[in-house]
Protein backbone atom coordinates (compact mmCIF):
# COMPACT_ATOMS: atom_id res chain seq x y z
CA UNK A 1 0.00 0.00 0.00
CA UNK A 2 1.55 3.15 -0.92
CA UNK A 3 0.95 6.49 1.31
CA UNK A 4 -1.79 8.02 -1.40
CA UNK A 5 -3.76 5.33 -0.56
CA UNK A 6 -3.33 5.19 2.70
CA UNK A 7 -4.27 8.73 2.48
CA UNK A 8 -7.74 7.29 1.23
CA UNK A 9 -8.74 5.16 4.41
CA UNK A 10 -7.00 7.22 6.99
CA UNK A 11 -8.83 8.90 10.29
CA UNK A 12 -8.02 9.59 13.77
CA UNK A 13 -8.34 6.79 16.05
CA UNK A 14 -8.48 7.93 19.94
CA UNK A 15 -8.71 4.63 21.60
CA UNK A 16 -6.08 2.18 21.59
CA UNK A 17 -5.70 -1.75 22.62
CA UNK A 18 -3.03 -2.18 25.41
CA UNK A 19 -0.39 -4.21 23.51
CA UNK A 20 2.79 -3.29 22.40
CA UNK A 21 4.14 -2.02 18.75
CA UNK A 22 6.01 -5.27 17.70
CA UNK A 23 10.03 -4.84 17.60
CA UNK A 24 9.64 -5.44 13.77
CA UNK A 25 7.57 -2.42 13.62
CA UNK A 26 9.49 -0.75 16.23
CA UNK A 27 12.49 -1.27 14.03
CA UNK A 28 10.75 0.01 11.12
CA UNK A 29 9.18 3.49 12.44
CA UNK A 30 13.03 3.92 13.90
CA UNK A 31 13.99 3.52 10.75
CA UNK A 32 11.60 6.30 8.86
CA UNK A 33 12.11 8.55 11.92
CA UNK A 34 16.17 8.45 11.67
CA UNK A 35 15.59 8.99 7.97
CA UNK A 36 12.88 12.09 8.45
CA UNK A 37 15.53 14.02 11.18
CA UNK A 38 18.44 13.40 8.26
CA UNK A 39 16.29 14.95 5.47
CA UNK A 40 14.80 17.62 7.91
CA UNK A 41 17.16 18.68 10.60
CA UNK A 42 14.23 17.97 13.20
CA UNK A 43 14.62 15.71 16.55
CA UNK A 44 11.36 14.06 16.17
CA UNK A 45 11.76 11.14 18.41
CA UNK A 46 9.59 7.75 18.47
CA UNK A 47 8.48 7.12 22.49
CA UNK A 48 7.06 3.75 23.52
CA UNK A 49 5.59 2.37 26.07
CA UNK A 50 5.70 5.81 28.06
CA UNK A 51 1.44 6.11 28.75
CA UNK A 52 2.31 9.31 31.12
CA UNK A 53 1.38 12.02 29.23
CA UNK A 54 -1.89 10.44 28.97
CA UNK A 55 -3.27 9.06 31.90
CA UNK A 56 -2.01 12.15 34.57
CA UNK A 57 -5.13 13.55 34.68
CA UNK A 58 -8.80 12.60 33.83
CA UNK A 59 -9.69 15.42 31.81
CA UNK A 60 -7.60 13.71 29.02
CA UNK A 61 -9.87 10.91 28.52
CA UNK A 62 -11.34 11.65 25.57
CA UNK A 63 -8.16 9.17 24.49
CA UNK A 64 -7.91 5.56 25.79
CA UNK A 65 -4.60 3.39 26.12
CA UNK A 66 -1.95 5.40 24.26
CA UNK A 67 1.45 4.27 25.27
CA UNK A 68 3.23 4.96 22.13
CA UNK A 69 3.67 8.39 20.25
CA UNK A 70 5.74 10.19 18.02
CA UNK A 71 7.43 13.52 19.78
CA UNK A 72 7.48 16.36 17.23
CA UNK A 73 10.12 19.05 18.09
CA UNK A 74 13.39 20.19 16.91
CA UNK A 75 15.32 23.52 17.12
CA UNK A 76 13.92 26.77 18.45
CA UNK A 77 15.70 28.50 15.99
CA UNK A 78 14.16 27.07 12.94
CA UNK A 79 12.44 29.61 11.02
CA UNK A 80 10.44 26.62 9.89
CA UNK A 81 9.73 24.20 12.77
CA UNK A 82 5.98 23.71 12.89
CA UNK A 83 5.09 23.60 9.53
CA UNK A 84 8.00 21.01 9.42
CA UNK A 85 6.78 19.07 12.11
CA UNK A 86 3.35 19.08 10.27
CA UNK A 87 4.67 17.54 6.59
CA UNK A 88 7.35 15.27 8.02
CA UNK A 89 5.25 14.19 11.03
CA UNK A 90 2.36 13.43 8.40
CA UNK A 91 4.70 11.33 6.14
CA UNK A 92 5.69 9.46 9.69
CA UNK A 93 1.90 9.00 10.46
CA UNK A 94 0.92 7.74 6.99
CA UNK A 95 4.17 5.32 7.46
CA UNK A 96 2.59 3.50 10.35
CA UNK A 97 -1.39 3.99 9.57
CA UNK A 98 0.18 2.13 6.32
CA UNK A 99 2.02 -0.40 8.80
CA UNK A 100 -1.42 -0.81 10.08
CA UNK A 101 -1.43 1.16 13.08
CA UNK A 102 -4.14 3.43 14.23
CA UNK A 103 -3.11 7.33 15.04
CA UNK A 104 -3.93 10.45 16.00
CA UNK A 105 -2.22 13.90 15.76
CA UNK A 106 -2.60 15.63 19.55
CA UNK A 107 -1.79 18.81 19.82
CA UNK A 108 -3.71 19.72 23.09
CA UNK A 109 -5.24 17.04 25.09
CA UNK A 110 -1.97 15.82 26.67
CA UNK A 111 0.03 16.63 29.56
CA UNK A 112 3.68 18.62 27.43
CA UNK A 113 5.91 18.24 30.77
CA UNK A 114 5.62 14.15 30.61
CA UNK A 115 7.19 14.91 26.89
CA UNK A 116 9.27 17.32 27.52
CA UNK A 117 11.93 15.49 29.14
CA UNK A 118 12.94 14.15 25.80
CA UNK A 119 14.29 17.68 24.29
CA UNK A 120 17.37 18.87 23.97
CA UNK A 121 18.70 22.46 25.62
CA UNK A 122 17.25 25.10 22.52
CA UNK A 123 14.94 22.53 21.52
CA UNK A 124 10.89 23.42 21.39
CA UNK A 125 7.88 20.56 21.64
CA UNK A 126 5.24 21.17 19.01
CA UNK A 127 3.11 18.35 19.46
CA UNK A 128 2.67 14.58 19.30
CA UNK A 129 0.84 12.17 17.76
CA UNK A 130 -0.32 8.61 19.58
CA UNK A 131 0.10 5.62 17.61
CA UNK A 132 -0.83 1.65 18.27
CA UNK A 133 -3.34 -0.82 17.31
CA UNK A 134 -6.69 0.51 17.45
CA UNK A 135 -9.49 -0.57 19.44
CA UNK A 136 -12.89 -1.78 17.70
CA UNK A 137 -14.54 1.12 17.48
CA UNK A 138 -16.79 2.63 19.82
CA UNK A 139 -19.89 4.81 19.60
CA UNK A 140 -17.60 8.04 20.47
CA UNK A 141 -15.30 7.44 17.56
CA UNK A 142 -17.27 6.45 15.36
CA UNK A 143 -19.13 9.77 15.81
CA UNK A 144 -16.20 11.96 15.64
CA UNK A 145 -15.15 10.31 12.50
CA UNK A 146 -18.25 10.90 10.92
CA UNK A 147 -18.58 14.46 12.39
CA UNK A 148 -14.84 15.54 10.63
CA UNK A 149 -16.32 13.33 7.39
CA UNK A 150 -18.76 15.91 7.41
CA UNK A 151 -16.76 19.30 7.55
CA UNK A 152 -14.16 17.89 5.34
CA UNK A 153 -14.02 21.40 3.17
CA UNK A 154 -15.29 21.52 -0.36
CA UNK A 155 -12.23 21.01 -2.98
CA UNK A 156 -14.08 24.72 -4.39
CA UNK A 157 -12.57 26.40 -0.99
CA UNK A 158 -9.59 24.58 -0.50
CA UNK A 159 -8.22 25.37 -4.66
CA UNK A 160 -8.54 28.73 -6.24
CA UNK A 161 -8.11 29.70 -9.82
CA UNK A 162 -8.22 26.12 -10.81
CA UNK A 163 -10.03 26.10 -13.83
CA UNK A 164 -8.00 25.09 -16.24
CA UNK A 165 -5.70 23.32 -14.25
CA UNK A 166 -3.82 20.24 -14.65
CA UNK A 167 -5.73 17.04 -13.27
CA UNK A 168 -2.63 16.76 -10.80
CA UNK A 169 -3.85 19.90 -9.64
CA UNK A 170 -7.23 18.78 -8.69
CA UNK A 171 -5.78 15.32 -7.18
CA UNK A 172 -3.65 17.30 -5.01
CA UNK A 173 -6.83 19.08 -3.87
CA UNK A 174 -8.48 15.67 -3.46
CA UNK A 175 -5.41 14.71 -1.11
CA UNK A 176 -5.27 18.04 0.77
CA UNK A 177 -9.55 17.20 1.63
CA UNK A 178 -7.95 14.28 3.39
CA UNK A 179 -5.57 16.28 5.31
CA UNK A 180 -5.57 16.05 9.44
CA UNK A 181 -5.79 19.59 10.98
CA UNK A 182 -6.07 21.33 14.31
CA UNK A 183 -10.05 21.18 15.08
CA UNK A 184 -10.55 20.25 11.69
CA UNK A 185 -10.38 23.97 10.44
CA UNK A 186 -8.38 23.15 7.23
CA UNK A 187 -7.64 27.05 7.03
CA UNK A 188 -5.57 26.63 3.86
CA UNK A 189 -5.92 27.20 0.09
CA UNK A 190 -4.23 26.54 -2.71
CA UNK A 191 -3.83 28.96 -5.99
CA UNK A 192 -3.34 27.65 -9.36
CA UNK A 193 -0.63 30.02 -10.43
CA UNK A 194 -1.07 29.20 -14.45
CA UNK A 195 2.67 29.43 -14.64
CA UNK A 196 2.89 25.84 -13.85
CA UNK A 197 3.29 26.53 -10.07
CA UNK A 198 0.96 25.96 -7.10
CA UNK A 199 0.91 28.86 -3.98
CA UNK A 200 -0.14 27.59 -0.39
CA UNK A 201 -1.71 30.52 1.22
CA UNK A 202 -3.00 30.04 5.33
CA UNK A 203 -6.53 31.51 5.45
CA UNK A 204 -6.39 31.63 9.36
CA UNK A 205 -4.00 31.88 11.98
CA UNK A 206 -4.51 30.00 15.20
CA UNK A 207 -1.89 27.80 17.44
CA UNK A 208 -1.46 24.87 15.08
CA UNK A 209 -1.96 26.61 11.43
CA UNK A 210 1.48 26.60 10.21
CA UNK A 211 1.53 22.07 11.35
CA UNK A 212 -1.94 22.17 9.42
CA UNK A 213 -0.23 23.72 6.33
CA UNK A 214 2.78 21.33 6.98
CA UNK A 215 -0.05 18.24 6.69
CA UNK A 216 -1.56 19.82 3.92
CA UNK A 217 1.58 20.64 1.57
CA UNK A 218 2.67 16.73 2.19
CA UNK A 219 -0.89 15.52 0.87
CA UNK A 220 -0.70 17.62 -1.85
CA UNK A 221 2.43 16.42 -2.59
CA UNK A 222 1.02 12.78 -2.51
CA UNK A 223 -2.09 13.83 -4.64
CA UNK A 224 0.06 15.58 -7.22
CA UNK A 225 2.22 12.48 -7.52
CA UNK A 226 5.73 14.19 -6.57
CA UNK A 227 7.17 17.77 -6.77
CA UNK A 228 9.08 20.62 -4.18
CA UNK A 229 7.98 23.11 -2.30
CA UNK A 230 9.41 25.96 -0.06
CA UNK A 231 8.26 26.60 3.24
CA UNK A 232 5.98 29.48 4.46
CA UNK A 233 2.19 31.08 3.72
CA UNK A 234 2.86 31.55 0.22
CA UNK A 235 5.20 28.62 -0.25
CA UNK A 236 5.20 27.71 -3.81
CA UNK A 237 4.86 23.77 -5.52
CA UNK A 238 7.05 23.03 -8.51
CA UNK A 239 5.94 19.83 -9.80
CA UNK A 240 8.75 16.90 -10.20
CA UNK A 241 9.10 15.38 -13.59
CA UNK A 242 7.53 11.87 -13.90
CA UNK A 243 10.01 8.79 -14.74
CA UNK A 244 9.31 5.09 -14.47
CA UNK A 245 10.74 1.55 -14.30
CA UNK A 246 9.87 -1.77 -13.77
CA UNK A 247 11.28 -4.96 -12.42
CA UNK A 248 11.30 -7.88 -10.28
CA UNK A 249 11.68 -10.14 -7.03
CA UNK A 250 13.22 -12.98 -8.82
CA UNK A 251 13.09 -16.19 -6.35
CA UNK A 252 13.99 -20.02 -7.16
CA UNK A 253 13.54 -22.67 -4.61
CA UNK A 254 16.47 -24.57 -3.11
CA UNK A 255 16.66 -27.89 -1.07
CA UNK A 256 13.37 -26.64 -0.14
CA UNK A 257 14.21 -23.08 0.88
CA UNK A 258 13.44 -19.74 -1.16
CA UNK A 259 16.44 -17.97 -2.48
CA UNK A 260 16.19 -14.31 -3.97
CA UNK A 261 18.42 -12.93 -7.49
CA UNK A 262 19.97 -9.54 -5.87
CA UNK A 263 22.15 -7.21 -7.88
CA UNK A 264 24.67 -5.24 -6.56
CA UNK A 265 24.81 -1.83 -9.14
CA UNK A 266 27.59 -0.58 -10.09
CA UNK A 267 26.70 2.42 -8.22
CA UNK A 268 27.26 0.12 -4.70
CA UNK A 269 23.57 -0.37 -4.44
CA UNK A 270 22.21 -3.89 -3.79
CA UNK A 271 18.47 -4.36 -5.20
CA UNK A 272 16.56 -6.26 -7.19
CA UNK A 273 16.68 -6.12 -11.24
CA UNK A 274 14.78 -3.18 -12.78
CA UNK A 275 15.16 -0.62 -15.64
CA UNK A 276 13.07 2.38 -17.33
CA UNK A 277 10.08 1.72 -19.05
CA UNK A 278 10.91 2.27 -23.07
CA UNK A 279 8.14 4.43 -24.87
CA UNK A 280 5.09 1.99 -25.94
CA UNK A 281 5.88 -0.81 -23.25
CA UNK A 282 3.99 -2.70 -20.99
CA UNK A 283 5.05 -2.93 -17.39
CA UNK A 284 5.25 -7.15 -17.49
CA UNK A 285 7.71 -6.39 -20.83
CA UNK A 286 9.65 -3.92 -19.12
CA UNK A 287 10.37 -6.54 -16.24
CA UNK A 288 11.11 -9.34 -18.48
CA UNK A 289 13.62 -7.15 -20.46
CA UNK A 290 15.75 -5.62 -17.87
CA UNK A 291 15.79 -8.70 -15.79
CA UNK A 292 17.10 -10.45 -18.92
CA UNK A 293 19.81 -7.72 -19.78
CA UNK A 294 20.92 -7.32 -16.60
CA UNK A 295 21.68 -10.86 -15.02
CA UNK A 296 21.28 -13.41 -18.67
CA UNK A 297 18.22 -15.11 -16.83
CA UNK A 298 14.79 -15.45 -18.82
CA UNK A 299 11.68 -15.30 -16.71
CA UNK A 300 8.18 -15.88 -16.10
CA UNK A 301 6.51 -12.87 -14.14
CA UNK A 302 3.54 -13.25 -11.59
CA UNK A 303 1.64 -10.20 -11.93
CA UNK A 304 -0.36 -11.41 -8.52
CA UNK A 305 2.10 -9.60 -6.97
CA UNK A 306 2.30 -5.45 -7.64
CA UNK A 307 4.15 -3.36 -5.61
CA UNK A 308 5.48 0.40 -6.34
CA UNK A 309 8.35 2.45 -4.74
CA UNK A 310 8.24 5.84 -5.06
CA UNK A 311 11.26 8.01 -4.26
CA UNK A 312 13.29 10.86 -5.75
CA UNK A 313 16.14 9.96 -7.63
CA UNK A 314 18.11 13.56 -8.46
CA UNK A 315 16.03 16.87 -7.60
CA UNK A 316 12.66 17.62 -9.71
CA UNK A 317 12.67 14.37 -10.57
CA UNK A 318 9.80 11.56 -9.29
CA UNK A 319 10.40 7.70 -9.86
CA UNK A 320 7.72 4.72 -9.77
CA UNK A 321 9.13 1.10 -9.88
CA UNK A 322 7.25 -1.35 -10.53
CA UNK A 323 7.62 -5.00 -8.89
CA UNK A 324 6.62 -8.10 -10.00
CA UNK A 325 7.64 -11.19 -8.57
CA UNK A 326 9.05 -13.92 -11.30
CA UNK A 327 10.86 -17.47 -11.53
CA UNK A 328 13.70 -18.20 -13.42
CA UNK A 329 12.45 -20.05 -16.65
CA UNK A 330 15.82 -20.06 -19.30
CA UNK A 331 19.08 -18.14 -19.84
CA UNK A 332 22.57 -18.17 -18.26
CA UNK A 333 23.29 -16.19 -15.41
CA UNK A 334 25.37 -13.33 -16.33
CA UNK A 335 25.67 -9.82 -14.90
CA UNK A 336 25.42 -6.91 -17.46
CA UNK A 337 29.04 -5.41 -16.79
CA UNK A 338 27.71 -1.61 -17.95
CA UNK A 339 25.37 -1.22 -15.39
CA UNK A 340 25.56 -4.33 -12.73
CA UNK A 341 28.87 -5.04 -10.52
CA UNK A 342 27.66 -8.85 -9.43
CA UNK A 343 24.23 -10.97 -9.28
CA UNK A 344 24.18 -14.00 -6.62
CA UNK A 345 21.05 -15.78 -5.02
CA UNK A 346 20.67 -15.38 -1.17
CA UNK A 347 18.14 -17.09 1.15
CA UNK A 348 15.79 -14.36 2.83
CA UNK A 349 17.39 -12.92 5.55
CA UNK A 350 20.62 -12.93 3.66
CA UNK A 351 18.74 -11.16 1.23
CA UNK A 352 17.03 -8.58 3.88
CA UNK A 353 20.64 -7.78 5.86
CA UNK A 354 22.18 -6.71 1.88
CA UNK A 355 19.79 -4.54 0.41
CA UNK A 356 20.79 -1.20 0.57
CA UNK A 357 17.88 0.34 0.31
CA UNK A 358 14.73 0.47 3.13
CA UNK A 359 11.89 1.28 0.40
CA UNK A 360 13.13 -2.32 -1.41
CA UNK A 361 13.47 -4.38 1.89
CA UNK A 362 9.62 -3.65 2.41
CA UNK A 363 9.16 -4.79 -1.27
CA UNK A 364 11.01 -8.38 -0.55
CA UNK A 365 8.85 -8.26 2.89
CA UNK A 366 5.66 -8.07 0.77
CA UNK A 367 6.91 -10.52 -1.92
CA UNK A 368 8.20 -12.83 0.98
CA UNK A 369 4.85 -12.88 2.47
CA UNK A 370 2.82 -13.15 -0.87
CA UNK A 371 4.82 -16.35 -1.80
CA UNK A 372 4.37 -17.94 1.66
CA UNK A 373 0.46 -17.49 1.15
CA UNK A 374 0.13 -18.77 -2.16
C1 LIG B 1 -1.99 19.72 14.76
C2 LIG B 1 -3.14 18.84 15.16
C3 LIG B 1 -3.54 18.80 16.48
C4 LIG B 1 -4.61 17.99 16.88
N1 LIG B 1 -4.95 17.93 18.20
C5 LIG B 1 -5.94 17.09 18.62
C6 LIG B 1 -6.25 16.98 20.01
O1 LIG B 1 -5.64 17.63 20.85
N2 LIG B 1 -7.25 16.13 20.38
C7 LIG B 1 -7.94 15.38 19.46
O2 LIG B 1 -8.82 14.63 19.85
N3 LIG B 1 -7.65 15.46 18.11
C8 LIG B 1 -6.66 16.29 17.67
N4 LIG B 1 -6.34 16.36 16.32
C9 LIG B 1 -7.03 15.49 15.35
C10 LIG B 1 -8.08 16.24 14.55
O3 LIG B 1 -9.18 16.53 15.36
C11 LIG B 1 -8.47 15.40 13.33
O4 LIG B 1 -7.36 15.21 12.52
C12 LIG B 1 -9.57 16.07 12.51
O5 LIG B 1 -10.74 16.16 13.23
C13 LIG B 1 -9.84 15.33 11.21
O6 LIG B 1 -10.26 14.01 11.45
P1 LIG B 1 -9.49 12.77 10.81
O7 LIG B 1 -8.06 12.84 11.29
O8 LIG B 1 -10.22 11.57 11.34
O9 LIG B 1 -9.56 12.90 9.32
C14 LIG B 1 -5.31 17.20 15.91
C15 LIG B 1 -4.90 17.27 14.57
C16 LIG B 1 -3.84 18.08 14.20
C17 LIG B 1 -3.41 18.10 12.78
Request: proline share 4%; glycine share 10%; with cysteine.
Amino acid sequence: MTLADVVLTRTSVRRYRPDPLTPLQREELGKAVRMCNERSGLHIRLVCERPEPFTLLKSYGIFKGVRNYFVFAGSSSDPHLEEKCGYYGEELVLTAAAMGLGTCWIGGTYDKSGCLRHLEPGESLVCVAALGRPEERSGRDKLVAMASKRKTRPSAELARNYSGAPSWFMSGIASVQRAPSARNRQAYQFVWKGDGTVQANITGQHEFSMVDLGIAKYHFELGAHGGQWTWGSGGAFVKAEEEKSCGAVVWREEKGQRQYLLARHNGGHWSFPKGHVEAGEKEIDTARREILEETGLETKIDTGFRQTVTYYPKPGVVKDVVFFTARPSGGQEQAQVEEIAEIGWFSFQEACSLITFASDEDVLLAADRYLSGK
